[in-house]
């Protein structure tokens, strides 16, 4: 397995208008192929190719005391060079 490197992370709580917006301008972005990413001082600039992999996962997690933390996780990832893959469609 290779290996990892965290370039960039931020968690915060925002009202699901928010996050909807959020969501709406980095869609927008990675159809321009283009995505800046900034938080205080650091910033990251990421080139999105035309081909990506789209992975979308829903868990459940117990967290004890405050009961299920439900999830639902949208990962875009790419190679240098990849091709096309297969398609999810919404339902």
Do not use: C
């Amino acid at each position: 397995m290779g290996k990892e490197t965290r370039l960039f992370k931020s968690e915060e709580s925002k009202k699901r208008a928010e996050v909807s917006e959020f969501l709406r301008q980095i869609a927008e972005r990675i159809e321009k192929g283009k995505i800046v990413l900034r938080q205080g001082t650091e910033e990251l600039v990421l080139q999105i190719p035309e081909n990506l992999i789209l992975e979308v996962q829903v868990e459940d997690e117990d967290k004890k005391t405050k009961g299920i933390q439900h999830s639902l996780e949208i990962e875009i990832k790419w190679f240098d060079n990849d091709g096309p893959s297969g398609s999810l469609e919404l339902g």
